[in-house]
């Protein structure tokens, strides 16, 4: 049984696209693509069907990583599909609550700094779509400290 992974940010653009982006990278060097699945999701529906921003794609790209996502929205049926669903910030794992079908569900919801283990300090992913370049650098910097120790809490 694959352990199936949903990131979830507002839109679906920067943040949670690229943490799927870290993420599938990370598991095909740990060998585990039999064991874990990944995807991502937006609260919103404005993106659908987008590719990633192209600045958030820029600065993976530097880093290796190839993101072609295209953005949806998150489903009811993604509470079933999925075993966690990784919030970025606070205000989505509230929407996330909302949305949750059941108290069952709603257990699988998480958030993705609390895998941090080198950047502990930090309580949530910052959205860096209307910042510089240094946001989306952070950005990346998170994500790969929280995808780096998500994979290890599942071996």
Partial sequence: MKTRILFVCLGNICRSSAAEGVMRRLIGE???QDEVFVDSAG???YHEGELPDP???AHAARRGYDLTHR???VRTEDFY???????????NIDDLKERAPSPEEEKKIVRMT???TRMAHADHVPDPYYG????????????EDACDGLLKSLS
Avoid: T
């Fill in 30 to 32: 740990a060998g585990m």
């Fill in 43 to 45: 609260i919103l529906s």
């Fill in 55 to 57: 600045r958030m794609r």
């Fill in 71 to 73: 953005s949806r929205p």
């Fill in 81 to 91: 599909r999925f075993d966690l669903i990784v919030g970025m910030d606070d205000r």
């Fill in 114 to 116: 609390d895998y941090c």
């Fill in 132 to 143: 510089g370049a240094e946001g989306f650098e952070y950005v990346l910097d998170l994500l």
